[in-house]
C-alpha cells in the first residue's frame, strides 16, 4: 500500500513538472480592436463573461446528452 501511494505522488509531481511554460507571446493583442467603439472595457468584460457562461452552458448541456441513460 505504501509503495501505491509512493508511486501515485511520483506520478502527481511528474505530471505538474511536465508542464514547460515559455515567454507569453500576446498574439490575441489587439484582437478586439473593432469593439472598442461599440463597448468600454467593462461592458466588453461582463460581454466577455456572458459568452464564456453561455459556452460553459453549452457544452455541460452536450455532455449530459452523450450520457448514456
Same mark, same amino acid.
Given at each position: 500500500?505504501?509503495?501505491?501511494? #509512493?508511486d501515485y505522488i511520483e506520478f502527481l509531481l511528474e505530471k505538474r513538472l !511536465? !508542464?514547460?511554460? =515559455?515567454?507569453?507571446?500576446?498574439?490575441?493583442? =489587439?484582437?478586439? !480592436?473593432? /469593439?472598442?467603439? #461599440?463597448?468600454?472595457?467593462?461592458? /466588453?468584460?461582463?460581454?466577455?463573461?456572458?459568452?464564456?457562461?453561455?459556452?460553459?452552458?453549452?457544452?455541460?448541456? /452536450? !455532455?449530459?446528452?452523450?450520457?448514456?441513460?
Amino acid at each position: 500500500m505504501q509503495q501505491q501511494v #509512493q508511486d501515485y505522488i511520483e506520478f502527481l509531481l511528474e505530471k505538474r513538472l !511536465k !508542464k514547460p511554460r =515559455g515567454k507569453p507571446t500576446f498574439e490575441w493583442a =489587439g484582437a478586439l !480592436k473593432d /469593439l472598442r467603439d #461599440q463597448y468600454t472595457s467593462v461592458e /466588453l468584460q461582463h460581454r466577455i463573461s456572458d459568452w464564456r457562461i453561455q459556452v460553459w452552458e453549452t457544452d455541460s448541456r /452536450l !455532455k449530459a446528452e452523450a450520457i448514456p441513460t
